[in-house]
């Protein structure tokens, strides 16, 4: 499990590296998102 959550966090970095490339606002609108999933999961 642990080397899972590794990898989605490797995953999810290099996909922000992508956005951050091309679109800041996508990045922040994302980034809020996960935000609040994240806020609502625990």
Known sequence: MTQLYQI?????????DH?????SGSLAIIGGVIYWQDFWSN
């Open 8 to 16: 989605t966090y490797l995953a999810i970095t290099a996909y922000y």
């Open 19 to 23: 956005l951050q490339d091309h679109c």
